[in-house]
């Protein structure tokens, strides 16, 4: 399922400067035989790296494998999913509508879904995109295979039982941002992933970003794996609709999100006061705070801030980090979906050969 976790874990492109390859950086050598060893040791069959600093970039490579049964190497154009990655982008389009007047994120849920239960009353905006508004998760029984409709989906939710009142505690929720992506429709008329193509991806210049589609035609797509006793397996098919909710469900590469780590220095897509809110630790009802804001994963330690977020789905594992002080960031796109992938870990081993001061 869909999940993040806290981590410290070449072409020219429009918009950023690439750095200079005359001079290869000192530490790249370690990186490569790092990820190189890592991949044979936790059976990954690929994974795209991207370094970042002060919104260019320093390192976009690709190592082993994008498809097994073709045997098509990565390269950093290799475009995986998201998993819950995708989290962020829906976060920032809720912040865009926030900063249009269109919504409040003090308004309550109702507002926008009246047909909501009564158990929804405490419901406001800013309780499902922090994961405290007391909803879970995809229910057991749910049937991955089923093709939903959105109004489906939303009255699944309806009838998921509350964990704790809104507000009391934290609970990482994808149903809380599957229906945020219904918010998003309801505000906007427009259904979440053509809002994110029409006021992010486009002009960013994202060109390989976009919601999931097997069915069509993509280029560069890697395939994702699954590990079953050992032996690595296709990723589980899963049913059309529940690869376009705003749970988490695009294709990206690390190019692209070298764009967007470049966007995120600026005030193009958001004003810095809102970044600074989606960057801030959720305070709950008692007044202490838990280290998650708006779409990421907030983290202090020795006074240094690193904003994080990880993703899984469908045979894939991704890992954004970055470690703000530092203006350094490191995304890693695995494509094998397995417990022992941990591409945050892989993210904090990177930080620490670039710049020691950031050694875990």
């Known amino acids: 399922m869909r999940s993040w976790s806290i981590g410290l874990g070449f072409v020219a492109l429009s918009g950023l400067r690439l750095v200079a390859q005359s001079r290869v950086p000192t530490w790249s050598h370690a990186v490569d035989r790092y990820i190189n060893a890592t991949l044979a040791s936790r059976h990954i069959p690929g994974l795209a790296l991207g370094v970042f600093r002060s919104g260019r970039i320093v390192m976009a490579k690709g190592y082993g494998f994008a498809n097994l049964e073709l045997q ?34 003090d308004d309550p849920v109702t507002k926008f879904l009246p047909d909501a239960p009564p158990s929804w009353a405490p419901f406001r905006i800013r309780h499902l995109l922090t994961h405290t508004s007391g909803l879970g998760d995809y229910p057991d029984a749910m049937d991955y295979r089923k093709d939903y409709t959105e109004d489906e989906l939303l009255k699944m939710v309806y009838g998921t039982p509350l964990l704790f009142a809104p507000g009391e505690k934290w609970s990482y929720s994808n149903l809380a941002f599957l229906t945020l992506g219904v918010v998003i429709r309801r505000v906007s008329g427009q259904f979440y992933g053509d809002l994110m193509q029409e006021r992010i991806f486009r002009p960013l210049g994202m060109t390989s970003t976009r919601i999931i589609s097997e069915s069509d035609l993509i280029p560069n797509r890697a395939a994702g794996y699954i590990l079953k006793n050992g032996e690595l397996k296709n990723q589980d098919w899963v049913s059309p609709t529940l690869n376009t909710t705003a749970d988490g469900a695009l294709y990206f590469n690390v190019l692209d999100l070298g764009k967007w780590d470049a966007a995120l220095y600026s005030e193009g897509l958001l004003k810095r006061s809102s970044l600074d809110q989606m960057w801030t630790p959720v305070r709950l009802n008692d007044g ?16 240094r801030k690193v904003v994080s977020h990880t993703g899984e789905w469908q045979g894939f594992l991704t890992h954004i980090a970055r470690f703000l002080d530092r203006r350094l960031t490191i995304v890693v796109l695995t494509n094998l979906g397995a417990p022992v992938t941990k591409p945050g870990e892989i993210a904090r081993q990177v930080a620490s050969l670039i710049d020691p001061t950031l050694t875990p």
């Open 72 to 105: 098509v190497r990565v390269k950093p154009e290799t475009i995986f999913q998201s998993g819950s990655v995708g989290k962020q982008f829906a976060a920032t389009a809720v912040m865009m509508l926030v900063e249009e007047g269109k919504l409040g994120l």
């Open 288 to 303: 202490s705070t838990y280290p998650y804001g708006f779409g990421w994963g907030v983290e202090e330690k020795n006074g």
